[in-house]
């Protein structure tokens, strides 16, 4: 396609001055919804929809993708009594709706599409809360994907809405007293503007939101997030984080001693610059992970009535160590697992080794490992979920490249690991656990997925799509992924690499690619390019890259940075202007993550890499579709917008770009029907452009 037959796009005068240097913005009026703008906008659909229409793997891939997503998932069960409580999409339906199972069988709780205003067609159960009995149930319903929903209270029993809505909630955590009647949870003021500060606040059941009363937070930085917990009904723990920063605070209130509506909060001591996440036993022991002193993570403990007093200090007397840090693991979470009769509770340690899940269990006493759990392999543990009482059993998810979502559970070394619930597994592929060398000879993970064929290697050239995170400590581990086995079934490879920035091996490498240090993820990304193709996989006339949000910036970097490399790339709600980033969507919580442009230094590290910034007219460069969601409120559609009119300018090759919008859907798609239609549309434009597939 030739630059003459994409749409005009003006290129003007605008540009910013910051710290003396001139920053060219020839796209800016793309940031606004003015005619102009708008006339693009229909004319990239038209182009857009043209393409897809024309490409015979579209179809092909929209009915493998919904093949592949039929089957449905169940998450972890949470317990009441004898009742689970689970969410589940059933074969065939588009979003899951909240099951209860018991001696009777299984039955429909809650369906978000079942009920009146926010809940009606395209509505998404977003979060959940049980109250204590499983009478009531505080839940986040949103609509269209948009991520900005409203809390309600159901009565299980009667099946009726009898609280709500309540606004400016976004998932939030709900922390129910034992009585039932209220519960603590996030949200922000009641003006409700985006820039109203977030806190947490007491709400009693059935009466007007505008009383709830704030316990905690008001008045802090917009920014801040929070997560509120109630353990045993007694001990209300308070987490908060200023954006995406690699620290945070923890605060302790005993109910006991202070009324739900004026807890008297003390802070559970952190070394500094360091994550903590605490849970608290039935004994009041505080059990913390935290990544102080211990880049990987570590869990410490201490009893909650040294709170406040001089031994409570981070290296004080006070503190013992419970899980050491281990050199080659980091720790992704823990649980609690109380057995009736005891003092102490074992601990159920999900770590991250070698970019796959294992799970351990610890004497939350002595310290002494007790059990280490058996995996269907090397995949993802997520959703832990414990039932307490006289053998305390822990429930949780697994996944892997080729196993689809299945619920196991653990009671214990006698019983070791059992299925509770299993879907269906895709295992006509091979998976291989790979590592390579990234420019400044640091070692980097990277799984590869081919066709079974390829189990001892490659067996020729293939088309290939090489996608990674590298952001926000997010690590990035085996998980079902249908546009994968799909791209695999088709003949291609998939490859995922754990590059820098991400969370797969604790904090350190968070913050080797973070900041200042950026570059090193996506120089570890080009790296796995060039792996793949000096391993025999794929070549570079036949290597796309694709990826969402942190990971779309990810991927327009790779084709500004190293084209030479790529052939095609699917660029889905990226970043691309990181000059102007902070004034857009959530663009504000991330100056932690990318640096911001008010600071000179700063300034430097964005303009460094920024794709906008770095498109060269009269270059060629890769095929790249750019896909953004009509609703999303996190990445602000401006830069895929920007980004696609400075390439289809400055194109000068062969390749192809396009623009798509995705009706109906937020920051990501949440329905299997538009799961598949924003898989089938960016994998055919990356059959075609790669080879794998013909258009016609």
Request: a neutral charge.
């Amino acid at each position: 396609m030739s630059a003459r037959a994409y749409p005009p796009a003006r290129r003007g005068e605008d540009s910013d001055v910051v710290h003396g240097r001139v920053i060219p913005d020839p796209y800016r009026w793309l940031e606004g919804d003015g005619a102009e703008s708008r006339r693009w906008l229909r004319a990239q659909h038209e182009l857009t929809e043209e393409y897809l229409r024309s490409s015979r793997p579209r179809p092909f891939f929209a009915d493998l993708l919904d093949r592949l997503m039929a089957p449905g998932t169940d998450s972890a069960p949470v317990w009441r009594g004898t009742r689970a409580y689970f969410l589940s999409r059933r074969p065939g339906q588009e979003h899951a709706a909240l099951y209860c199972r018991d001696d009777g069988g299984e039955s429909v709780v809650l369906d978000p599409a079942r009920l009146g205003g926010p809940g009606s067609a395209g509505a998404t159960l977003d979060s959940w809360s049980l109250s204590s009995t499983g009478r009531l149930l505080a839940c986040q319903v949103s609509r269209d994907g948009t991520e900005q929903g409203v809390l309600l209270v159901a009565d299980l029993v009667s099946g009726e809405i009898v609280d709500g809505p309540i606004g400016g909630v976004r998932y939030p955590t709900v922390a129910w007293l034992p009585d039932e009647s209220a519960f603590f949870y996030v949200r922000r003021g009641l003006d409700e503007s985006p820039g109203a500060v977030r806190s947490v606040w007491l709400h009693r059941v059935g009466q007007d939101a505008r009383k709830d009363t704030p316990v905690f937070g008001l008045g802090g930085d917009a920014r801040t997030s929070h997560r509120v917990a109630l353990y045993h009904g007694r001990w209300l723990v308070v987490s908060a984080r200023v954006g995406t920063a690699p620290w945070n605070t923890l605060h302790l209130a005993d109910l006991t001693v202070s009324p739900p509506d004026e807890p008297r909060f003390l802070p559970i001591p952190l070394a500094p610059g360091a994550l903590g996440f605490a849970r608290v036993s039935r004994s009041g022991e505080i059990y913390l992970h935290t990544t102080g002193a211990a880049p990987r993570g570590r869990i410490r403990a201490m009893a909650a009535r040294n709170l406040g007093t001089t031994a409570a200090k981070w290296d004080g007397r006070s503190w013992r160590d419970v899980v050491p840090e281990d050199a080659a693991a980091a720790i992704s979470g823990f649980s609690l697992l109380e057995d009736d009769g005891t003092d102490a509770p074992r601990l159920f340690v999900v770590r991250t080794r070698d970019a796959a899940s294992e799970v351990t269990v610890w004497d939350g006493r002595s310290g002494r490992c007790l059990d280490r759990v058996a995996l269907p392999g090397a995949g993802t543990v997520r959703e832990v979920s414990v039932r307490p009482g006289a053998s305390a059993t822990a429930w949780f998810t697994y996944t892997d490249y080729t196993t689809a979502p299945t619920v196991l559970r653990y009671a214990g070394p006698a019983a070791r690991t059992g299925a509770d619930r299993r879907t269906t597994s895709q295992a006509t592929i091979t998976t291989r656990r790979e590592s390579y060398v990234s420019a400044d000879g640091t070692e980097v993970r990277i799984f590869v997925m081919a066709p079974a064929s390829c189990a001892s290697g490659p067996d020729r050239v293939r088309p290939a799509l090489l996608t990674a995170y590298g952001g926000f400590g997010a690590a990035v581990t085996p998980s079902f992924e249908p546009s994968a086995l799909a791209w695999v079934e088709a003949g291609g490879v998939f490859a995922v690499a754990c590059v820098r920035g991400g969370g797969e091996q604790g904090a350190a490498w968070h913050r080797a690619g973070m900041r200042g240090h950026r570059q090193n993820a996506f120089d570890d990304f080009h790296a796995a390019a060039e792996w793949l193709i000096g391993e025999g996989w794929t070549s570079g006339d036949r290597l796309g890259v694709i990826g969402a949000s942190n990971a779309g910036l990810l991927a327009a970097v790779a084709v500004t940075q190293r084209r030479e490399l790529y052939r095609a790339a699917v660029c889905i709600a990226p970043l691309a202007d990181m000059a102007r980033y902070e004034r857009f969507g959530m663009g504000p919580a991330w100056r932690f993550e990318y640096g911001s442009v008010d600071v000179p230094a700063e300034l430097d590290w964005l303009m460094a890499y920024s794709p906008y910034h770095h498109v060269v007219p009269g270059e060629t460069y890769p095929s790249c579709m750019f896909v953004v969601f009509e609703h999303d409120t996190r990445v602000d559609h401006m830069h895929a917008r920007k980004m696609a009119a400075a390439l289809q300018h400055a194109a000068t090759g062969p390749g192809t770009v396009l623009f798509h919008v995705a009706g109906g859907l937020g920051h990501q798609p949440r329905s299997r029907g538009k799961g598949v239609a924003v898989g089938a549309d960016a994998l055919a434009f990356l059959a075609v452009e790669t080879g794998l597939m013909r258009s016609r």
